[in-house]
């Protein structure tokens, strides 16, 4: 995957998933110029410093990958039980055939393919799009801005409670080849709304999968957005994302972000606090084992007063695994009154394990309560020897510490089908690990 | 059941436990008694299995097996149990989560199937009522936002639900104000049978007036150096640790 390929690979793009009004060209000429000035990021570069990349570019993907999956493969995918719509998209292509939304175009809601609503919605998308994405500095959104292609669209309307929450399901089918999958979505709610988002990235197929997500999202006033990013697939694929929150005034924005699939997982997490007494609560699970890395990146952006950030990420690093927090939050010089709460706890299992840990607080403000912090350690072994001391053996006693260790971040999702798929998860994570 | 022979054992290289000799029957209640430091606290981590402590020389032999072979886990598989003067808080893991992982441990080492859900919630009902410890509480994380002495009748009712042949209850009464005392009492006295032992540990005679002890062992410094029946508890409490470290030696 070279700068070469990825301008060749939009020019096809421009050729065959048309818009009429040229609105998606436009855009993805755009970020093919801005690709001329920027390089893949090297250790050098502080945002990837602990985070190699290399392996995953270097590699060549099929950018068209076709797809062994059929219908009757699909349900082994899917999370049960959720009371949810949902979107299916294999390869980044949005699957109408396999997708199931019984609200997507009533009531004055949106839930559809980007890609077939390039004209119909040609305002909506251009008042929205890229808005809050970066292209000078961060090369993967860059990328995935010059293949745009599909993703989800989504809108709510104002006052509008989405009752059944949406699924978002991407699965990446590297059966045929290396696969690179690319995924732009719009995620748009009115005022007094509230919706919750599931997202999951499954991985399926023996050559390299890798995809490259942007989520923008954008929440109105006296809103409300659950988003659950799920990376849990036993797989290993890699995945790269942005998801990039702009809130307006007393919007409410929850974020759990759980990790322990996969090889390699970088998220990017902004949410930028424009309106006043807008709050973000942010929360994260990652485990690594083998030689996988889980990296995120949180932005926390207080433009203005009244405003509370919280974020929680907690992580365990076992065997030969890299796991890196990098949180960051600004409180700028008018967000006065600003309550920033930020914490990072993880606990090492090997010597050989490795986490790089690093809280920024940033404020311009005078009158704020901020704090942050981080803890690294390991299995406690008091705590440990207490659970022994009742008859249970070191290996499960291990498992039930990590098990509450986590289950402060589980306990945030709020949807007792996907919770209980988690708690499942994590318990074969957890055996495999201790 | 529990025979200790010349148990020298300590931290680090320093040795605490000086050449300790005890021998409890099935159906015994021994009460050790010491003040601050005098090793109370490492003889009963050093039963329960707890690895920072070193075993210099000595044995202990419980229901005619070298203790020393069991990990901690199978110690309490095998019927020993420790009350924790510290009892640990386990964020994220119910009371009830625990009791049940613990149970079914244990039944599986002997050999059962394991519990009915029904089975044990009948039981977790009736240990429960038995430390006056709530509905409430047995749902809540293990001794996460416990109270003193909640988390020491947490303890009891952990006693309770494992029905262990040997309870160490170490310094079980301390920080617990005179109400909290007696339903622990109360309940160490239901729970005790022809069947069970138990070593109190405790500095202060007070717990000693409600669970009366068939012995009474004074600790110091590392030695029993004097043993006698419950009078003797008595006769601490009123003339002080100084009167029989001074009367070193004089064996009732």
């Given at each position: 995957?070279?700068?070469?390929?990825?301008?060749?690979?939009?020019?096809?793009?421009?050729?065959?998933?048309?818009?009429?009004?040229?609105?998606?060209?436009?855009?993805?000429?755009?970020?093919?110029?801005?690709?001329?000035?920027?390089?893949?990021?090297?250790?050098?570069?502080?945002?990837?410093?602990?985070?190699?990349?290399?392996?995953?570019?270097?590699?060549?993907?099929?950018?068209?990958?076709?797809?062994?999956?059929?219908?009757?493969?699909?349900?082994?995918?899917?999370?049960?039980?959720?009371?949810?719509?949902?979107?299916?998209?294999?390869?980044?292509?949005?699957r109408n055939d396999y997708s199931k939304i019984s609200n997507g175009k009533t009531n004055g809601v949106l839930i559809d393919s980007l890609k077939t609503n390039y004209d119909d919605k040609k305002?909506?998308?251009?008042?929205?799009?890229?808005?809050?994405?970066?292209?000078?500095?961060?090369?993967?959104?860059?990328?995935?801005?010059?293949?745009?292609?599909?993703?989800?669209?989504?809108?709510?309307?104002?006052?509008?409670?989405?009752?059944?929450?949406?699924?978002?399901?991407?699965?990446?089918?590297?059966?045929?080849?290396?696969?690179?999958?690319?995924?732009?979505?719009?995620?748009?709610?009115?005022?007094?709304?509230?919706?919750?988002?599931?997202?999951?990235?499954?991985?399926?197929?023996?050559?390299?999968?890798?995809?490259?997500?942007?989520?923008?999202?954008?929440?109105?006033?006296?809103?409300?957005?659950?988003?659950?990013?799920?990376?849990?697939?036993?797989?290993?694929?890699?995945?790269?994302?942005?998801?990039?929150?702009?809130?307006?005034?007393?919007?409410?924005?929850?974020?759990?972000?759980?990790?322990?699939?996969?090889?390699?997982?970088?998220?990017?997490?902004?949410?930028?606090?424009?309106?006043?007494?807008?709050?973000?609560?942010?929360?994260?699970?990652?485990?690594?084992?083998?030689?996988?890395?889980?990296?995120?990146?949180?932005?926390?952006?207080?433009?203005?007063?009244?405003?509370?950030?919280?974020?929680?990420?907690?992580?365990?690093?076992?065997?030969?695994?890299?796991?890196?927090?990098?949180?960051?939050?600004?409180?700028?010089?008018?967000?006065?009154?600003?309550?920033?709460?930020?914490?990072?706890?993880?606990?090492?299992?090997?010597?050989?394990?490795?986490?790089?840990?690093?809280?920024?607080?940033?404020?311009?403000?005078?009158?704020?309560?901020?704090?942050?912090?981080?803890?690294?350690?390991?299995?406690?072994?008091?705590?440990?020897?207490?659970?022994?001391?009742?008859?249970?053996?070191?290996?499960?006693?291990?498992?039930?510490?990590?098990?509450?260790?986590?289950?402060?971040?589980?306990?945030?999702?709020?949807?007792?089908?996907?919770?209980?798929?988690?708690?499942?998860?994590?318990?074969?994570?957890?055996?495999?690990?201790? | 059941?529990?025979?200790?022979?010349?148990?020298?054992?300590?931290?680090?290289?320093?040795?605490?436990?000086?050449?300790?000799?005890?021998?409890?029957?099935?159906?015994?209640?021994?009460?050790?008694?010491?003040?601050?430091?005098?090793?109370?606290?490492?003889?009963?981590?050093?039963?329960?299995?707890?690895?920072?402590?070193?075993?210099?020389?000595?044995?202990?032999?419980?229901?005619?097996?070298?203790?020393?072979?069991?990990?901690?886990?199978?110690?309490?598989?095998?019927?020993?149990?420790?009350?924790?003067?510290?009892?640990?808080?386990?964020?994220?893991?119910?009371?009830?989560?625990?009791?049940?992982?613990?149970?079914?441990?244990?039944?599986?080492?002997?050999?059962?199937?394991?519990?009915?859900?029904?089975?044990?919630?009948?039981?977790?009902?009736?240990?429960?009522?038995?430390?006056?410890?709530?509905?409430?509480?047995?749902?809540?994380?293990?001794?996460?936002?416990?109270?003193?002495?909640?988390?020491?009748?947490?303890?009891?009712?952990?006693?309770?639900?494992?029905?262990?042949?040997?309870?160490?209850?170490?310094?079980?009464?301390?920080?617990?104000?005179?109400?909290?005392?007696?339903?622990?009492?109360?309940?160490?006295?239901?729970?005790?049978?022809?069947?069970?032992?138990?070593?109190?540990?405790?500095?202060?005679?007070?717990?000693?007036?409600?669970?009366?002890?068939?012995?009474?062992?004074?600790?110091?410094?590392?030695?029993?150096?004097?043993?006698?029946?419950?009078?003797?508890?008595?006769?601490?409490?009123?003339?002080?640790?100084?009167?029989?470290?001074?009367?070193?030696?004089?064996?009732?």
């Amino acid at each position: 995957m070279d700068k070469n390929t990825i301008k060749k690979y939009s020019g096809t793009l421009n050729s065959e998933v048309k818009s009429k009004s040229g609105i998606i060209e436009s855009i993805r000429q755009k970020a093919v110029t801005e690709l001329e000035l920027i390089d893949f990021p090297d250790k050098k570069n502080e945002e990837w410093k602990y985070t190699n990349i290399k392996p995953l570019i270097t590699a060549d993907y099929n950018f068209f990958s076709g797809t062994g999956i059929n219908a009757k493969d699909i349900d082994k995918f899917i999370i049960p039980g959720m009371n949810a719509d949902i979107a299916v998209f294999i390869n980044g292509i949005f699957r109408n055939d396999y997708s199931k939304i019984s609200n997507g175009k009533t009531n004055g809601v949106l839930i559809d393919s980007l890609k077939t609503n390039y004209d119909d919605k040609k305002e909506l998308i251009s008042k929205h799009f890229g808005l809050n994405t970066d292209l000078k500095n961060n090369i993967f959104t860059t990328v995935n801005t010059a293949l745009t292609n599909d993703g989800i669209l989504i809108s709510i309307p104002d006052n509008y409670e989405l009752t059944k929450h949406l699924y978002i399901l991407n699965i990446i089918d590297s059966s045929i080849a290396n696969t690179y999958v690319n995924t732009r979505n719009i995620i748009i709610t009115g005022k007094k709304s509230s919706s919750t988002i599931i997202m999951q990235t499954v991985f399926n197929g023996r050559n390299k999968g890798f995809i490259n997500e942007v989520n923008e999202m954008y929440a109105g006033e006296d809103s409300k957005i659950n988003l659950f990013k799920i990376q849990t697939d036993k797989n290993t694929g890699s995945e790269i994302s942005l998801t990039s929150v702009e809130q307006d005034g007393n919007s409410v924005f929850n974020s759990v972000t759980i990790s322990w699939g996969g090889a390699f997982i970088r998220n990017n997490l902004n949410s930028i606090l424009k309106g006043e007494g807008s709050e973000c609560h942010l929360y994260g699970l990652y485990i690594c084992n083998d030689d996988r890395l889980v990296d995120n990146h949180s932005f926390v952006d207080h433009f203005s007063p009244n405003a509370n950030s919280n974020e929680l990420y907690k992580g365990i690093i076992a065997d030969k695994s890299t796991g890196v927090f990098n949180g960051k939050v600004l409180v700028r010089k008018d967000a006065q009154k600003t309550n920033a709460y930020q914490s990072n706890k993880n606990i090492l299992l090997s010597d050989t394990a490795i986490i790089y840990s690093k809280p920024q607080l940033e404020i311009f403000a005078d009158n704020v309560k901020c704090s942050h912090g981080a803890a690294t350690g390991q299995i406690n072994e008091e705590e440990l020897f207490y659970i022994r001391s009742r008859g249970i053996s070191e290996k499960e006693a291990k498992s039930i510490l990590l098990t509450g260790f986590a289950s402060e971040i589980i306990e945030q999702i709020k949807d007792d089908s996907l919770k209980l798929f988690l708690q499942n998860s994590l318990e074969e994570k957890l055996r495999e690990i201790s | 059941m529990l025979k200790i022979k010349n148990l020298r054992a300590g931290i680090e290289g320093k040795e605490i436990l000086k050449g300790i000799n005890l021998d409890v029957k099935v159906g015994e209640v021994h009460a050790i008694m010491g003040p601050n430091g005098s090793g109370k606290s490492t003889l009963s981590s050093v039963l329960a299995g707890r690895d920072t402590f070193e075993v210099y020389e000595g044995e202990i032999t419980y229901n005619g097996k070298n203790l020393f072979e069991f990990s901690p886990e199978d110690r309490a598989r095998e019927g020993i149990f420790l009350a924790f003067q510290y009892p640990v808080e386990i964020p994220g893991v119910s009371n009830t989560n625990f009791m049940k992982t613990a149970i079914n441990e244990i039944r599986k080492y002997k050999g059962l199937e394991p519990l009915s859900s029904v089975e044990f919630l009948k039981m977790l009902k009736e240990k429960a009522a038995l430390v006056e410890l709530d509905k409430e509480m047995t749902s809540r994380y293990v001794n996460v936002g416990f109270s003193g002495g909640e988390k020491k009748r947490n303890e009891i009712f952990q006693l309770a639900m494992l029905n262990p042949l040997l309870s160490i209850l170490d310094e079980t009464d301390s920080g617990l104000d005179i109400d909290a005392l007696k339903i622990v009492a109360d309940g160490v006295n239901k729970l005790k049978s022809k069947e069970n032992s138990f070593i109190v540990i405790t500095h202060y005679q007070r717990l000693l007036n409600y669970i009366i002890p068939d012995f009474v062992h004074v600790l110091n410094e590392g030695r029993i150096i004097k043993s006698g029946d419950r009078k003797l508890a008595l006769e601490l409490e009123e003339k002080g640790y100084d009167w029989i470290k001074n009367n070193e030696g004089i064996k009732v």
